[in-house]
């Protein structure tokens, strides 16, 4: 009995496990494409799907052809499988018998969750921290649709926000990307609340992703993402930040405004800088440590970053999950560098 696939399925069913070698081994060769160029597109599934093509078109050095990048429905007959599964049709195009794989079998679950409080709404740049992060989810859920996984949002900020399942069918990702471009509304945040309302909603494991600046405090959330990880989800955070949080740039002294709390606090250059800096390391240390001890994996960025990095580093990701069968513990930035 015939088992092999034609070689166009050969080529769809491998080129993704080749790209995720290439991202690993690092070898690329893809231009980083601005964020500042992207985010004068207006329109964000146009942002999102930019950033995929030219993230391919990097990495292939050849035109980005849509959904054939994944192909994953299908599989070799083998003996003992049902032969209910047997799809007739290929078998009259190949001579060859193939089993239809369904949903279940062949698509990840991913959830992105957006943290959309009034921090999120800080930029130093031409454009905000939720402007890019809204960019990033949207590029995330573009490229997780082309390759036929399911994909669900949760927004939050003192509270959990809009809820989408995860789902794969048609008009998702639309409604999907509307909820994604609705502004800041919230004031502070709070993690906790939005991590628990998920683990109750999701019952089937899958690919949690968290985007936010993460600037609240952590008492709780070693706790949570630890009940996440316990009903057997992968957990991802890719920490957004604007630059001018990572180095505090102030020359002189003066009077600073909290969007969240809508406290005016002074403030002298030189004690501050040496206070925050201070303070920022601790917070990032507590929240490396938190990661690592759960085995969720770290990534930070900052908002002059390359969006592709983010997109590279899951891929990477996840291939060396499939491939080790452990959950790898991993903090990085998109430099290079823990921030």
Known sequence: MPTGPPSEATDLVDRRSRTAATIEAGHTDSASI???????????????????EGFYNGLHRSPFHGASVEFSEYRPYSVG???????????????????????DETNRRCYLMLDQSQSMGFG?????????????????AWYLTLHRDSVGLMTFD??????????????HLRTLMARLSRPTGGTSTDLIAPLQQLARLIAKRGLVILISDLL????????????????????????????????????????????????????????????????????????????????????SLATSDPL???LAHIIANQQRRQRRGARPVRTASASGGRQ
């Open 124 to 140: 130093s740049l031409e454009y905000t921290k939720i402007q890019y992060a809204q960019t990033l989810a949207a590029t995330l």
């Open 216 to 299: 609240v405090p952590l008492e709780s959330l070693q706790i949570n993402l630890g009940y996440l990880r316990s009903r057997g989800h992968e957990v991802m955070i890719l920490r957004t930040l604007d630059p001018a949080e990572l180095e505090l740039a102030i020359s002189s002294p003066g009077i600073v405004f909290d969007i969240e709390s809508g406290r005016e606090i002074y403030l002298d250059p030189e004690a501050a800088k040496r206070d925050y800096a201070s303070a920022f390391a601790r917070h990032r240390d507590e929240l490396v440590t938190i990661c690592d001890s759960l085995g969720v994996d770290f990534y």
């Open 81 to 103: 499988d049902d032969p209910r599964g047997l799809d007739w049709k290929l078998y009259a195009r190949t001579d060859r018998f193939f089993i239809k794989r369904f949903e």
């Open 34 to 52: 601005d964020p500042g160029a992207i985010m004068r597109i207006k329109h964000l599934p146009l942002r999102a799907k930019a950033v995929v």
């Open 158 to 171: 003192e509270a959990a926000g809009d809820f989408l399942p995860a789902r794969q069918r048609p008009g």
């Open 308 to 310: 592709e990095s983010a």
